[in-house]
């Protein structure tokens, strides 16, 4: 299961009939409109006749999504193949090498959503995707604040003087003082938001954003990430920023 997956509903039906039916892959599919992004298989009668990796001309739009079953026979056709163009051993390729040797690769198309969040942008928008599932469930404290739709608040947490509009969820420990906190945000635990305005965004535990003059929005920070305006003049942009980052200044 690649890291950077998520599909809706988990895996545990495909991974019963993957038991049940003993082939020797199960592979996972869904149309995409940019095939040539992904690895892309191709169907005969509902069987997989072809793998192939980042095709330039795909000639099916069924992309493989990154969640794979196999027997130990894997590890045969891993040592078989040898790198691909890229410098890499691709594990399209493997299932290619089982499916030339006549093993049994079953394929599964996904129903319900997929999203590979290997962008800022994917990762919004599987945000997106799980808040918009969520319950009402307030559990930590509110003084003088307001929710309204469909807002997760966790044990701990602690609400001053702000606004949280769903769907939206505040982790555990999480604490928010005179702020406004939009949809399509997911706070995580223990982190900070005093006088400022978050929206569409992701923070990941423990991250603080504080007097900001303006509205922070589709972002994401790490772990421990701190925003803050500081007063002192001249003004200017001061940063500490992780590997593959992006910032954008509007």
Known sequence: YLGDNLL???IEDLVAAFRA???DALILLTPVPDPE???VAELEDGAVVRLVEKPKEPKTDLALV???MFTPAIHTAARAIEPSPRGELEITDAIQHLLDGGARVEPHVVKGWWKDTGRLEDMLAANRLVLEMLESDVQGELIESRIDGRVIVEPGAR?????VRGPAIIGAGAHLIDCYVGPYTAVGENCVIENAEVE???LLAGSEVRNLAGRMESSLLGRNVKIRRDERQPRAYRFLVGDNSEIAIL
């Open 66 to 68: 990154g969640v794979y």
């Open 37 to 39: 992004q992904y690895g």
């Open 200 to 202: 569409h965004s992701i």
């Open 159 to 163: 609400l001053e003087r702000s606004a």
């Open 8 to 10: 809706q509903g988990g």
């Open 21 to 23: 039916s003993e082939p």
